[in-house]
């Protein structure tokens, strides 16, 4: 069994700009800074857990914005993240099923954020040491407005990515 969170491992979120103002926002990858996890790869009893503080995702970068995110600007995201998208809300994992597939792991389990909960299959993969993978999540699905500006003009969209990137024990 593995116990990964940020001493060891990467937890990030992938968010994408749209609308006609696009060009103003940035694509942004967060990173989540308290998360613990356990992995159990055991045969026949695999299994994998995971819980996320929402109120610790960092700005590590913003992409394609007009110009470059200033300080004040990665405070104001992260203000906006905590007190108007996901509120303090406990996010959770549970696998149901986790199945070794030709150079990795198709797993299966429910993903709940705050009080909504939803069935959720990724596929892992395993190369160089390292487990990689990503989930695609659709927040209007557990109940969160995407985020909007300017009158709705710049928004996030709704399907975001969930990144995992950690050592193999």
């Known amino acids: 069994m593995s116990n990964l969170g940020p001493h060891n491992a990467n937890l990030q979120v992938k968010t994408y700009r749209q609308g006609i103002a696009q060009k103003v926002g940035h694509d942004l990858i967060l990173d989540v800074t308290r998360w ?3 992995v159990n790869l055991a045969n026949g009893s695999s299994a994998m857990t995971l819980d996320c503080d929402s109120s ?4 590590r970068e913003g992409l394609h914005g007009a110009k470059p995110l200033s300080d004040k600007d990665r405070v104001e995201i992260g203000k906006n993240i905590d007190d108007k998208i996901l509120k303090g809300q406990p996010i959770s994992f549970r696998s149901t099923s986790v199945k070794p597939v030709d150079g990795g792991l198709a797993v299966q389990g429910e ?7 939803r069935p959720v299959e990724f596929d892992l993969d395993i190369g160089g040491g390292r487990v990689t993978g990503t989930v695609p999540v659709v927040q209007s699905e557990y109940g969160i407005k995407p985020f909007k500006a300017l009158m709705g ?6 399907d975001i990515e969930i990144v995992i990137d950690a050592p193999l024990a």
Request: glycine residues 4%; without cysteine.
């Open 153 to 158: 003009a710049l928004k996030v969209r709704d």
């Open 56 to 59: 610790s995702l960092e700005v």
């Open 111 to 117: 993903l709940k954020i705050g009080d909504a909960s």
């Open 36 to 38: 613990e996890a356990t």
